[in-house]
């Protein structure tokens, strides 16, 4: 199976006029994807994309572009190979390396490579992969720089250690689901009045962690997560995201202030690279909630790469991986975060506040519980409840948990009218 061709789009979708996605660091947000068809030489197709947050976007669209003569032509049979080729090309990763904007366009390409196999082979992503053998998923795995950490052999042998009880698992996870968590209560924008209203709502609608967004303004963000609390009680978890707004010292001030209400973690609360900085900002919280527990350090949704994601764990940096479906290069490169996290005993629960990221990262999810990790110990995918409509193959929540994802592919495919109508600048969305 061979790509013929290639297909990208800028597509937007203007969440700042409700201000659905705000917070510290990204006040007004158009949730965005640069999007690519690939089709095969059977005309089979398979859809992908890398989320940004409007402008830029076509920066994006432009390294797809970019990326078509490595594409056009390329081998599917072996997904090892075709993701280094976009990774390693010397040219190209010039441009990182392995980070930025090369590497959210190989993340698009990649992820639809891996919806046209799954679509061709009839079965969703994460069923795919879970009865994929060590061998075949240790081989999609690029370990240059990582083998300080974690060897091909130690995956090999962690992946053979999860195989008995893996139908079990998926039986499981097909029944009741994978565990959720929303933001959709806690955007910066929101009036406390209807903060109040979504996070009773979650509550209600069986979701057992709800997140809020801070960072702008100390006394708002005790007022605001005083009001949440009061309103799911002491037994709903609570995170809050700062989206790195802060320095190391801030964020412990901050922290221990908004501690009397039991934030479960903060998420990003200085620069994604600063991988000493979230070491800091871990030990400075760890005695700093009710009773003397910690207040968990998460990051992941902007770490570039699983360099930085092994520096994090080897560093004790973090309590949660927060990797994102996006933003490092694709499935492949996503499989090495969670081999990693998976060796360091770390729970992973991704980042999914974006269009189409729900879609996409609960296949990992459901994969990683069924062949890599085995477990579902405080973890949690983030669900935001927006713009899944546009999606052929959407995202279905029951009493706060993802639903198994039955049709066969990766979930990343758009509906056509609203690659039409959002497409900018000329849809009928932005005229």
Not at 211 to 236: E, F, M, Q, S, W
Not at 256 to 281: C, K, M, Q, R, V
Not at 416 to 422: M, Q
Request: negative net charge; aromatic residues 8%.
């Amino acid at each position: 199976m061979r790509v013929a061709s290639v297909s990208t789009h800028d597509i937007r979708f203007p969440t700042s006029r409700t201000l659905d996605g705000s917070d510290a660091m990204n006040p007004d947000p158009d949730y965005s994807a640069a999007y690519v068809v690939m089709t095969a030489d059977d005309g089979a197709e398979g859809h992908g994309f890398t989320f940004t947050i409007g402008r830029g976007n076509e920066v994006c669209r432009a390294a797809l572009d970019a990326l078509a003569p490595l594409i056009i032509g390329a081998d599917l049979s072996d997904m090892g190979e075709f993701s280094r080729r976009l990774t390693h090309d010397s040219q190209i990763r010039w441009l990182g390396p392995e980070k930025g904007v090369m590497h959210l366009a190989a993340a698009a390409v990649i992820n639809a490579a891996w919806d046209l196999i799954a679509t061709r082979r009839g079965k969703p992503l994460w069923q795919l992969l879970s009865e994929s053998s060590p061998d075949e998923l240790v081989d999609l795995v690029d370990f240059r720089y990582l083998t300080d950490a974690i060897t091909p052999a130690a995956a090999r042998d962690l992946l053979t250690e999860a195989l008995p009880g893996r139908e079990q698992r998926a039986a499981h996870i097909r029944e009741t689901g994978y565990p959720a968590y929303t933001t959709s209560a806690g955007w910066l924008g929101y009036p406390d009045e209807k903060i109040e209203r979504l996070a009773r709502e979650a509550v209600a609608a069986g979701f057992r962690q709800i997140k809020l967004k801070v960072g702008a303004d100390l006394t708002d963000d005790v007022r605001r997560l005083a009001l949440a609390r009061a309103v799911v009680g002491p037994g709903i978890r609570i995170a809050v995201d700062a989206n790195q707004r802060w320095g190391v010292s801030e964020a412990i001030a901050w922290m221990t202030a908004l501690a009397p209400y039991d934030p479960w973690w903060i998420e990003e609360p200085t620069s994604p690279d600063d991988i000493l900085g979230h070491a800091a900002i871990r030990r400075g919280l760890s005695a700093a909630g009710p009773g003397g527990g910690p207040i968990r350090v998460a990051t992941g949704e902007h770490v570039p790469n699983r360099i930085v994601f092994k520096q994090l764990l080897q560093a004790g940096a973090v309590d949660v991986v927060q990797l994102d479906a996006c933003r490092v290069a694709g499935v492949n490169e996503n499989i090495a975060i969670l081999l990693l996290a998976a060796h360091f005993g770390t729970p992973v629960c991704p980042h999914a506040g974006g269009v189409g990221l729900c879609e996409a990262v609960q296949h990992l999810s459901f994969f990683d519980y069924v062949a890599v990790s085995g477990t579902l110990d405080d973890r949690v995918i983030e669900y935001v409840d927006h713009l899944h409509e546009h999606f052929t193959d959407p995202v279905v929540i029951e009493r706060g948990a993802y639903r198994a994802p039955s049709a066969a592919g990766f979930s990343t495919r758009m509906r056509p009218e609203s690659l039409r109508r959002y497409a900018y600048p000329e849809g009928a969305a932005w005229s």
